[in-house]
């Protein structure tokens, strides 16, 4: 836990750095982290060697960083800044409601099915969901310019 807040706080000090350098999006970030996660998670689940597990926890807190800071960017990216508040404000209220009630939910199933692994394999469906409603609108605007 203390690598992945480690790589937390490291991506979040250089992630933004790399991304104005680079003129990447909020949302190609976000996107990229996301699909990222699905994939670092995966190989969590599964792995069981110590030195393994260490460099995939510092992966994932760094991914994961990415995504989090980013989805609050994303909004700000699309919003003019009259509406940016309110925007902001609903997808606070969204992101908590779906928080409580999800969270609750994948804590049920790994109650349930008394495996960390299944409960890492859900969100990754929750995640594959997000990613598979996100990715034709991206690849829509890219194609398009």
């Not at 960083?65 to 997808?91: D, F, W, Y």
């Not at 960390?116 to 409603?133: A, G, K």
């Amino acid at each position: 836990m203390s690598l992945l807040a480690a790589m937390d706080l490291a991506s979040r000090l250089t992630l933004p750095t790399l991304t104005d350098r680079y003129r990447i999006s909020c949302r190609m970030i976000f996107l990229v982290g996301a699909i990222l996660l699905i994939g670092i998670r995966v190989i969590l689940a599964e792995t069981t060697h110590r030195k393994t597990l260490f460099v995939i926890s510092g992966l994932y807190g760094y991914i994961r960083a990415a995504t989090v800071v980013n989805q609050n960017l994303c909004v700000s990216e699309h919003c003019s800044q009259e509406k940016l508040a309110g925007a902001l404000g609903l997808v606070m209220i969204a992101k908590g409601i779906s928080v409580i009630s999800l969270g609750q939910l994948l804590g049920w199933v790994r109650d349930l099915t008394g495996s960390y692994r299944f409960s890492l394999h859900m969100q990754n469906v929750l995640l594959v969901l997000v990613v598979l409603f996100w990715l034709p609108e991206v690849l829509w605007k890219r194609f398009r310019q």
